[in-house]
């Protein structure tokens, strides 16, 4: 090193407070210096030219500053203020043209406007138009004018004479004098109603997109003059032209102002169809809802707006009112009314009569008693969210809160209408005869529940059932109707032992039969044999609805949510306007959230798929392909977000973990992170750290490679690449690490003290190498072999020395894995290869080669560990390649290799990644092929 860059090397910036030495502007020294600020000084003084005019060495400087830092503020130039000379004439000539063209035009436009007949068509008489060409034309000819007459002007009057005037005879004789032809005149009191659509057709987007920003701005004025109409017309007028997100927005606030609920409800709508989750939309639908009386859907629109936005106060307030509104709302609705449960199989009029959308769910309660009703059927109609599932009666039902036994319970009296209704025939087909109650009976045979002097049809025909069988079913349906449960159980029970023993075969009727039965099991709180009523159902009539449903309900009463969700999604295949089953689905969905975490949909049962035959309904008009994509980014975007936050939250939990010392714990957040982004540098090199502490160097030294992979010049990853190499005793590569951080950043005190104690321990390693006791040199026997032919100077059998290779391959010295390695090279021998290298330790043998590495002895290593090694221990060839590359010369001789040696590399790397093992993964073999090809 010369003199003069050893002084370049100690002086520093921070010897020199204030004037720049001359020394310093010089070419060798800016190149060396890396201080930004000390940088800027030199150019300083160059530019200002007190030290000489240095054109060339300012161009250097300035160049050598915008490599360390583009964005130095001495690297700013003054741009001079254009003048007249500054430009060309070219330049000027074409200013010039421009000008008179304009000039030209501009006298042509008013030209025009001159000569257009502006008053055409006007019987108005008009003053002509000062500086005007234009003469109006009279409807009339204009009479001779006349000179006043002074003489006759009247005299003012005196102020006594005021206090007589009459001002209302006066108006009278002027309203005299108004000739009744005359048109009316418009007044300005009201205005002339506003345009609601404007036709864009002929516009460009830009245009319309300008224009549809003016009209909704012509609207925000009018909202805030606090004139909604005026600004829904405005808003209207905006929509017309072009539709956007803010224009339905604000015309529904200005509707929510004049109390429009239909009107604001569907532009809210709109609004969440082109953009999903728009808190604006939602909090607008939640106060419609509210002023609607669905306070139910009000609160979930709010809970979606404060998941989003928790600080949101408009919408905790809205929520808070909501949830006190609906907290009242059912004792008004159910003042004065009587609650009916009507769960009876109408099972013959099953084909002939839908679903009614009035109908209950099983186990709902209604306000008003409908004329019949279906156990288990859904709700159609979309009425409030939550009213019907198991959280009405059902979430109750295993606590045994409200079983039944023999009609005792007053919750499932029927009220009178309803039984008037049942007496005359009105809810059941057939003949109306007349059965007597037995009263004697203590309320038990085969009329229990039913009044004295009812008519019901008891033989009314079911199916293909016998009429025994169809009369212990209708009994059966009878005393549920009354909340007998389980005497109707009885009769379901009776019904299909009779079944089974008659030998008839209706699937269908059996199906009906066992899931009347589970309603019954369903209503005592007896839910695992509702359970399996139901599967037996389903096993005769696959996909039927009310199986489905009431198994749903069942599973969910017994907190098996994941097949009570699995059952709801079957039932939406089969008929999706089953508002019960959405809001089950919902609510049991946050439960499998809280329970299972986001990987909550991984751990479901298989959800079955419900054939077209068996889907009652289904969505006629798919949503849009606006739709669908603002739907995908709005997803993407959440997705991003969330991620990005959860990315966020892991690494500062393994920071914190890494402050207490608690590796283990910052380890697998580290992991975690690299889930949601492997590409993150940083985390590689904090998971290093970890690594190291917890002395796994072989991992440490995987995460440092992966961090140099991605950023090559990462200082960090070299110098926790170096102590992960010290670990694994690999000195040398160590000490190259620890040179690269060190020509980085000469200051890491670390790096010095670490390069130093690495240093004696190769050198200790290597003279425990040399100083170990060699065996006598081997000799090598080369047998003539009779018979054998050459072609092109090869023998024809390359196993003939095999015999003569020494056997004792537990070689300890460079010496003895030398003689031994060349002699298998010269046979070709791949198997006494591979059986050296078995018996070497990988960790020497960088250090057996040494220096005498070269192209065939890689070919042959190669070779020997694909076609013998690798089948027996794939670990040890692993570890072999690992420390291979490190061997001094390697790098070299690898540029050496010829296309076939190439070849046979690639196919061991190959091999090596098909084989499954513990200690590596295909991951790692990968990383460590990029070392070799």
């Not at 987007?205 to 003059?225: I, M, S």
């Not at 050496?896 to 513990?918: G, I, Y």
């Amino acid at each position: 090193m010369s003199a003069q860059t050893l002084f370049y090397n100690q002086s520093t910036p921070a010897d020199f407070s204030g004037k720049v030495p001359v020394e310093h502007l010089d070419y060798a020294y800016i190149e060396k210096c890396k201080d930004v600020k000390y940088l800027e000084k030199i150019l300083k003084v160059l530019r200002s030219g007190s030290e000489g005019a240095y054109p060339h060495l300012l161009n250097f400087c300035e160049s050598h500053l915008e490599k360390l830092d583009p964005k130095s503020r001495a690297l700013r130039k003054e741009t001079p203020v254009a003048t007249a000379a500054s430009l060309s004439r070219d330049e000027w000539s074409q200013i010039f043209d421009d000008l008179k063209i304009w000039q030209k035009e501009a006298k042509r436009t008013e030209t025009l406007l001159k000569q257009e007949p502006i008053f055409d068509g006007l019987n108005e008489t008009m003053v002509p138009v000062r500086g005007s060409n234009h003469s109006v034309p009279l409807s009339q000819p204009s009479a001779p004018k006349q000179k006043p007459n002074c003489a006759k002007r009247v005299a003012p009057r005196d102020y006594r004479e005021w206090d007589k005037f009459d001002v209302d005879k006066e108006c009278g004789n002027i309203d005299k004098n108004v000739v009744k032809n005359d048109p009316p005149a418009l007044t300005n009191n009201q205005q002339l109603p506003i345009q609601t659509k404007v036709d864009a057709s002929l516009l460009s987007e830009q245009e319309k997109l300008l224009l549809a920003n003016r009209e909704k701005e012509k609207g925000n004025e009018a909202f805030r003059a606090n004139d909604y109409l005026e600004a829904v017309a405005y808003y209207s007028r905006s929509l017309s032209i072009l539709p956007t997100i803010a224009a339905y927005n604000n015309r529904a606030q200005a509707e929510i102002n004049l109390k429009h609920w239909k009107n604001a409800m569907s532009d809210c709508q709109r609004v969440l169809e082109l953009e999903p989750g728009n808190i604006k939309a939602l909090l607008r639908r939640a106060n419609v809802y509210n002023h609607m009386g669905e306070f139910q859907l009000a609160a979930e629109d709010l809970r979606i707006v404060l998941r989003d936005e928790p600080q949101n106060a408009a919408a905790m307030q809205l929520l808070s009112e909501s949830e006190k509104m609906k907290e009242c709302q059912p004792e008004q609705k159910s003042k004065g009314k009587k609650i009916l449960i009507q769960e009876v199989e109408d099972d013959d009029n099953r084909n002939a009569h839908p679903v009614e959308p009035s109908q209950p769910v099983g186990g709902e309660e209604s306000s008003a008693a409908p004329e019949r009703g279906d156990m288990g059927n859904a709700h159609k109609k979309p009425h409030g969210r939550g009213e019907g599932g198991p959280h009405s009666e059902f979430n109750n039902s295993h606590h045994g809160h409200w079983r039944s036994r023999g009609g005792s319970s007053d919750k499932y009296k029927v009220p009178a209408d309803s039984k008037d209704k049942v007496a005359n025939g009105t809810s059941k087909r057939g003949s109306t005869a007349s059965v007597k109650a037995d009263q004697s009976s203590g309320g038990k045979g085969t009329q229990q529940g039913v009044n004295a002097g009812e008519s019901v049809n008891l033989d009314a025909p079911c199916g293909a059932l016998p009429p025994p069988l169809a009369r212990l079913k209708n009994e059966g349906n009878l005393l549920f109707k009354n909340g007998q449960f389980a005497d109707a159980l009885e009769k379901y029970s009776q019904a299909i032992q009779g079944y089974a023993d008659s030998g008839i075969d209706s699937p269908e009727d059996l199906c009906i039969l066992y899931s009347n039965r589970a309603a019954c099991y369903l209503k005592d709180g007896n839910c695992q044999d509702c359970i399996q009523d139901c599967t037996r159902a389903l096993e005769l009539q696959p996909f039927s609805l009310k199986p489905l449903l009431r198994r749903a309900m069942a599973y969910e009463s017994l907190e098996r949510y994941r097949k009570a969700y699995v059952d709801y999604k079957t039932v939406l295949q089969i008929d999706i306007s089953v508002q019960a089953a959405h809001d089950s689905v919902n609510r049991i969905t946050r439960l499998l959230i809280e329970q299972d975490g986001t990987e909550w949909r991984e751990k479901l049962p298989d959800i079955p798929l419900v054939p077209l035959s068996a889907q009652q309904h289904r969505r006629e008009e798919p949503p849009s392909e606006e739709v669908l994509q603002a739907r995908a980014e709005k997803a993407a975007r959440d997705a991003e977000r969330k991620a990005e936050v959860r990315f966020t939250a892991l690494k500062q939990e393994g920071n914190d973990f890494v402050k207490k010392g608690q590796y283990q714990e910052a380890l697998g957040k580290y992991t975690e992170c690299l889930k949601i982004k492997p590409e993150e540098c940083a985390i590689y090199t904090n998971r290093a750290l970890c690594y190291l502490k917890l002395e796994k160097f072989t991992e440490a030294k995987h995460d440092c490679n992966a961090a140099l992979k991605l950023e090559p010049a990462n200082k960090k990853a070299f110098y926790r690449r170096a102590l992960a190499n010290k670990g694994l005793k690999d000195y040398l590569a160590c000490s190259s690490d620890l040179q690269e951080v060190l020509q980085q950043d000469p200051n890491v005190q670390e790096a010095e003290r670490e390069l130093e104690e690495v240093t004696v321990l190769l050198r200790q390693s290597l003279v425990n190498a040399n100083a170990s006791p060699a065996k006598p040199r081997k000799p090598v026997p080369i047998t003539e072999v009779e018979g054998a032919q050459e072609t092109a100077g090869v023998p024809k059998s390359k196993t003939s020395c095999r015999e003569d290779i020494p056997t004792d391959l537990q070689q300890t010295d460079a010496y003895s894995f030398g003689q031994a390695l060349n002699a298998a090279r010269s046979s070709g021998n791949m198997a006494i290869c591979a059986e050296l290298l078995a018996s070497t330790t990988p960790e020497k043998l960088p250090l057996f080669l040494s220096n005498h590495l070269d192209a065939n002895t890689i070919s042959l290593i190669m070779q020997s560990m694909d076609s013998h090694l690798l089948e027996k221990n794939p670990s040890l060839v692993y570890r072999h390649l690992n420390v291979l590359h490190t061997t001094d010369r390697f790098s070299v001789v690898l540029m050496l290799l010829s296309k076939d040696e190439r070849r046979h590399m690639t196919q061991l790397f190959e091999h090596l990644a098909a084989v499954e093992s513990s200690e590596f993964t295909k991951n790692d073999v990968q990383n460590l092929a990029n070392k070799y090809i």
